[in-house]
């Protein structure tokens, strides 16, 4: 998922929608991109994904140079996990966009551990083996948990956020 403007899109979703949420882990976050968003907008963000990926050299480049004006290094953090593997407890929020094979397995262990998340899913990879046309997959996924909600990003292409806030009653984006 290397579009910039998507990541830019779900990370400002993010930061308006959790503005409380300090450290994320970034579930199957591939080469960085959404978690680098997050970073700029004051997050911790740290790429949970049990891939072996680089940053693009772009993004290598500017935190390079962040690093040389702040005097500190400035990096993406990996844990080289799948979110099942992974320890979890010492994040505030769970994000994940278009995490293909782990889209329900990380909003199974957000609702788990009882943490806000974020979820823009793609393909569908149901756990339970049933078929599910694309319109079917959030609506099954927002099935999971009563007060899961939904929002439509201002982007092309897969932009359904699958979310939940602790504490929040489902409001108006609610999936019936």
Same mark, same amino acid.
């Given at each position: 998922? =290397? @579009?910039?403007?998507?990541?830019? *899109?779900f990370a400002a979703f993010v930061e308006d929608t959790f503005p409380q949420a300090h450290c994320v882990a970034d579930i199957a976050g591939g080469t960085g991109q959404l978690?680098?968003?997050l970073h700029e907008l004051g997050k911790e963000s740290t790429i949970v994904d049990p891939r072996e990926t680089r940053l693009p050299s772009w993004l290598r480049r500017k935190l390079r140079k962040q690093s040389r004006s702040e005097g500190r290094l400035i990096e993406v953090p990996r844990l080289r996990a799948s979110v099942e593997e992974a320890d979890l407890d010492s994040f505030d929020l769970l994000v994940a966009m278009?995490? @293909?094979e782990a889209t329900e397995p990380a909003l199974r262990q957000a609702l788990d551990n009882d943490m806000d998340? *974020?979820?823009v899913p793609c393909c569908v990879f149901p756990m339970d083996g049933v078929r599910r046309s694309q319109e079917e997959w959030p609506l099954y996924?927002?099935?999971l948990a009563p007060g899961i909600e939904t929002t439509t990003l201002p982007m092309t292409g897969a932009n359904t956020v699958l979310w939940r806030r602790r504490g929040h009653? *489902? =409001?108006r984006h609610a999936v019936p």
């Open positions: 998922m =290397g @579009d910039n403007r998507r990541c830019r *899109a978690s680098f968003w278009h995490p @293909d998340f *974020a979820i996924l927002a099935s009653a *489902a =409001g």
